[in-house]
């Protein structure tokens, strides 16, 4: 079928509405069989209001960015086929997709070696309406989204914050994106199953405390100086000219809590009211409860200091192992980058001794993939702290 391209519209839109709209439609795909089409547009729309979407509008962000803050937070938007009839402000959508725009840093071929902030768009909610597909609309979509963006950093004048800025993605669909410039940097998953083998032969109990909803900006902080630390690291032993890592934020663990709880309440009496866990060296582990895959997801493991990494990791994963336990979860997980064999040799032994090794390496189901500016090529890229 040829589409014609005046036929066509692809927009941005901030009509409730309109979103609440497409939330509705592509719930039929991400709604799981434990929330209504109701019950998932209402998440959406409570993730739309949450500290990381509004991003754009906090004072202090403002303050530091300017004009360029405009471009943070969540974006929504709609591909439109202006042949159909048009009956109403949603009637001519035929598919519709979302950008989570956070700041990230990176050492560019112009920063002369120095970390500056860079726009970083997440796309997320690629969907077509099942009456609309095989047009090709959502590969017309993904084009004009890639081209909206590309235009804002290569407009004269911008600053260096959008004139860098980069694209990412986490596909389920496997490679399908590289035919539109995204680069597949798949990271294995690992996961554990025998949670109580893990817990009588590798950790350990140690004095600390859990984190609760948003009480540990503080570790957030030691993150920030890591990450910094890191990419300064890589850029000079790599020699890559263009090495980036978005910037770690309470706010986006909080995003994932908001998912956390509201979706606690088809699993539990109450909410969760433990995130993670902090030893008395301020070394820590951040988690996620994923209800729906009955695992405990692990988002960050800092450890301060180099010595004795996996004696530390011993006692956060203590932590892990009581929390899943606690809350009826089968699992844990977390991506490779995170926790690997060549960190902690010890627990990646026992794992191959008491796991299934389909767990101990598993096939990741959330393909990240990168589209950075144009005019770098795939070698002189690296993307640090590519989790979850």
Not at 297 to 317: A, F, P, R
Request: proline content about 3%; glycine content about 6%; overall charge negative.
């Amino acid at each position: 079928m040829t589409i014609q391209a005046s036929k066509m519209l692809f927009e941005q839109t901030t009509d409730p509405e309109v979103i609440r709209f497409t939330h509705l439609q592509n719930s039929a795909t991400w709604k799981s069989k434990y929330l209504t089409a109701e019950e998932y547009a209402q998440r959406e729309q409570i993730l739309g209001s949450s500290e990381i979407a509004l991003k754009g509008s906090s004072p202090s962000v403002r303050r530091k960015l300017k004009e360029d803050a405009d471009y943070l937070g969540l974006k929504y938007f709609v591909f439109k086929d202006l042949s159909l009839p048009d009956t109403g402000k949603t009637s001519q959508i035929v598919s519709s997709c979302e950008t989570l725009n956070r700041v990230a840093w990176c050492i560019h071929p112009e920063s002369h070696g120095e970390i500056e902030p860079v726009l970083s768009v997440c796309i997320g909610g690629v969907y077509t309406i099942p009456e609309h597909r095989g047009k090709k609309f959502a590969q017309l979509m993904i084009t004009q989204l890639n081209e909206y963006y590309d235009k804002l950093s290569q407009r004269p004048g911008a600053s260096s914050f959008l004139k860098w800025k980069f694209m990412f993605l986490y596909s389920e669909v496997g490679d399908y994106y590289e035919k539109f410039g995204y680069v597949s940097e798949h990271v294995p998953l690992h996961s554990i199953t025998q949670l109580d083998d893990l817990y009588k032969l590798y950790c350990e109990d140690s004095k600390g405390r859990y984190l609760s909803f948003d009480d540990y900006e503080d570790l957030v902080s030691l993150q920030k100086t890591q990450f910094k630390a890191g990419l300064k690291s890589l850029h000079s032993v790599q020699g890559k000219s263009y090495v980036f890592t978005v910037e770690p934020s309470l706010d986006i663990y909080k995003w994932f809590q908001h998912r956390d709880v509201f979706l606690s309440q088809k699993f539990q009496d109450k909410p969760p009211s433990k995130f993670g866990f902090r030893l008395e060296d301020d070394s820590h582990i951040i988690w996620h409860h994923h209800w729906l895959e009955r695992s405990l997801y692990v988002l960050k493991v800092y450890i301060k200091g180099d010595h004795e990494k996996e004696s530390v990791l011993q006692k956060l994963l203590g932590a892990c192992v009581k929390e899943a336990k606690a809350a009826g979860l089968s699992h844990i997980e977390f991506w490779d980058e995170e926790i690997n064999a060549d960190a902690y040799p010890k627990l990646f032994k026992l794992l191959e001794k008491v796991e299934d090794g389909s767990n101990v390496y598993a096939e990741n189901g959330s393909r990240s993939a990168v589209r950075v500016p144009s005019g770098l090529k795939e070698e002189e890229f690296t993307w640090a702290n590519n989790t979850k």
